[in-house]
């Protein structure tokens, strides 16, 4: 069996105005849809980033996967590192961390070579990770402070969200529909005080819910340590409270509450400093840069060794890429916190059937082989027609919230 055929479909998805630490969310997310087929007809699917950058770099590597045994994974990431030997980062100017355009691109392109494995043996990918731990995965709620509406649009459903009242609103209709647990707040968006604020009326509104703020390095180290002190008790982890290694130890010295990241350990180089310096307490894993599905199982493993906990980092996103976390969470058997999902922003999806829907805040990992899902044509030419219309290629928060406000700058640290 060997691969014969790659299709990239660049797709938008309709998106909030859910504000951040450098802006808000643009009307569409991007996300790149991939199809690898072989020679006997298996086809087997991916879903990655959007932007240009990662575009390009898939379609550069393409043709190096031609031929290929969709077995052979080692020898996938070989010729990807071949294909774009300079490598580079994939991030947009305007973001906050960079992750490495080669490990992007192979884990786009291992995941549906999983699929193909999975198809092929008929066996679900969580299989070929070791097996499942566990037969279902958990989600938390990812709440954002929001406008009301995108500009010249109505207002969305869920209106505007930029109070501590209105942000208790938001968590109870995200718990109600989907059954979530944990919440986690995107920070650094309002005055700290006011986030200290939010998080106190979440934790008095739902007891017994765990609870996180990221405020993705929008803090400085005296904002982060006064925040933590407020929410000594009240937090089950602080996620990226500042930017860098030795801030983030001097935050860690200075507070009980574990720091979690996505910002600062990117990848398996950078967890050895940030042991040495107790900088985090627990990684979030993302196949999407950590290199693929195996990798991010391997990223437990170490974890698990080094005493450290491993969560579950998202970004808007489609079913596939969902079907892919759920194989890799039930794979991963200290991943003990629940996993962040954008999926309930989404609202909609390419793959067939209905969309997955949260059950108490969790998800059955899909059972049919290889990721379970199955493309749907036509959903797949509506978000491509999209991404056409949309004109939008990149993802800029800072650059649309000039557009609601022209004063507004990006400062990372802000507060
Ligand atoms: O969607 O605005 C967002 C998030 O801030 C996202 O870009 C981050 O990558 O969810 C992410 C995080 O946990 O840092
Ligand atoms: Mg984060």
Same mark, same amino acid.
């Given at each position: 069996?060997? +691969?014969?055929?790659?299709?990239?479909?660049?797709?938008?998805? /309709?998106?909030?105005?859910?504000?951040?630490?450098?802006?808000?969310?643009? %009307?569409?997310? =991007?996300?790149?849809?991939?199809?690898?087929?072989?020679?006997?007809?298996?086809?087997?699917?991916?879903?990655?980033?959007?932007?240009?950058?990662?575009?390009?770099?898939?379609?550069?590597?393409?043709?190096?996967?031609?031929?290929?045994?969709?077995?052979?994974?080692?020898?996938?990431?070989?010729?990807?590192? @071949?294909?774009? %030997? &300079?490598?580079?980062?994939?991030?947009?100017?305007?973001?906050?961390?960079?992750?490495?355009?080669?490990?992007?691109?192979?884990?786009?392109?291992?995941? @549906?070579?999983?699929? +193909?494995?999975?198809?092929?043996?008929?066996?679900?990918?969580?299989?070929? =990770?070791?097996? /499942?731990?566990?037969?279902?995965?958990?989600?938390?709620?990812?709440?954002?402070?929001?406008?009301?509406?995108? +500009?010249?649009?109505?207002?969305?459903?869920?209106?505007?969200?930029?109070?501590?009242?209105?942000?208790?609103?938001?968590?109870?209709?995200?718990?109600?529909?989907?059954?979530?647990?944990?919440?986690?707040?995107?920070?650094?968006?309002?005055?700290?005080?006011? &986030?200290?604020?939010?998080?106190?009326?979440?934790?008095?509104?739902?007891?017994?819910?765990?609870?996180?703020?990221?405020?993705?390095?929008?803090?400085?180290?005296?904002?982060?340590?006064?925040?933590?002190?407020?929410?000594?008790?009240?937090?089950?982890?602080?996620?990226? %409270?500042?930017?860098?290694?030795?801030?983030?130890? &001097?935050?860690?010295?200075?507070?009980?509450?574990?720091?979690?990241?996505?910002?600062?350990?990117?990848?398996?180089?950078?967890?050895?400093?940030?042991?040495?310096?107790?900088?985090?307490?627990?990684?979030?894993?993302?196949?999407?840069?950590?290199?693929?599905?195996?990798?991010?199982?391997?990223?437990?493993?170490?974890?698990?060794?080094?005493?450290?906990?491993?969560?579950?980092?998202?970004?808007?996103?489609?079913?596939?890429?969902? @079907? $892919?976390?759920?194989?890799?969470?039930? $794979?991963?058997?200290?991943?003990?916190?629940?996993?962040?999902?954008?999926?309930?922003?989404?609202?909609?999806?390419?793959?067939?059937?209905?969309?997955?829907?949260?059950?108490?805040?969790?998800?059955?990992?899909?059972?049919?082989?290889?990721?379970?899902?199955?493309?749907?044509?036509?959903?797949?030419?509506?978000? $491509? @027609?999209?991404?056409?219309?949309?004109?939008?290629?990149?993802?800029?928060?800072?650059?649309?919230?000039?557009?609601?406000? %022209?004063?507004?700058?990006?400062?990372? /640290?802000?507060?």
């Amino acid at each position: 069996m060997r +691969i014969a055929e790659i299709h990239l479909t660049p797709v938008a998805i /309709p998106d909030r105005p859910l504000l951040n630490c450098k802006g808000v969310h643009q %009307p569409h997310a =991007l996300r790149t849809v991939i199809e690898v087929v072989c020679d006997d007809g298996t086809v087997g699917l991916g879903e990655t980033y959007g932007s240009i950058k990662a575009l390009e770099g898939l379609r550069r590597a393409a043709g190096a996967l031609i031929g290929l045994d969709p077995f052979h994974l080692h020898a996938l990431k070989s010729r990807v590192v @071949a294909a774009l %030997p &300079e490598g580079g980062g994939i991030n947009a100017k305007s973001a906050v961390a960079d992750h490495k355009l080669t490990d992007v691109v192979a884990s786009a392109y291992e995941v @549906a070579c999983l699929d +193909i494995q999975g198809k092929s043996l008929g066996r679900p990918v969580v299989d070929l =990770l070791g097996g /499942p731990v566990r037969a279902s995965v958990s989600f938390g709620a990812y709440l954002f402070f929001k406008f009301g509406a995108h +500009i010249g649009q109505a207002q969305d459903e869920w209106g505007e969200v930029l109070t501590p009242d209105q942000m208790v609103e938001e968590a109870r209709g995200m718990v109600e529909a989907h059954g979530f647990r944990s919440l986690k707040l995107k920070g650094g968006v309002l005055h700290p005080d006011l &986030e200290i604020e939010t998080m106190l009326k979440l934790r008095e509104a739902f007891p017994g819910h765990p609870l996180r703020i990221d405020p993705n390095g929008g803090w400085t180290v005296e904002t982060a340590i006064h925040v933590a002190r407020k929410l000594e008790n009240v937090l089950e982890y602080l996620e990226d %409270p500042v930017i860098g290694m030795d801030r983030m130890a &001097e935050v860690a010295a200075a507070t009980s509450i574990p720091l979690a990241t996505n910002m600062i350990v990117l990848e398996f180089d950078q967890i050895a400093e940030a042991v040495r310096k107790r900088a985090v307490q627990i990684v979030l894993s993302d196949h999407h840069y950590w290199g693929g599905l195996r990798a991010s199982v391997q990223l437990g493993k170490i974890c698990e060794v080094l005493g450290l906990g491993v969560s579950m980092h998202s970004n808007s996103h489609l079913g596939i890429t969902l @079907a $892919a976390m759920l194989h890799t969470a039930a $794979a991963t058997p200290n991943l003990s916190f629940d996993c962040d999902t954008h999926y309930p922003w989404t609202g909609v999806d390419v793959i067939e059937g209905q969309p997955f829907s949260f059950r108490n805040g969790a998800l059955a990992v899909p059972s049919g082989p290889g990721l379970g899902v199955t493309l749907d044509r036509g959903r797949l030419a509506q978000l $491509a @027609a999209l991404y056409e219309q949309a004109g939008t290629k990149e993802r800029d928060d800072t650059a649309y919230m000039k557009q609601f406000d %022209p004063a507004y700058e990006r400062r990372v /640290p802000r507060w």
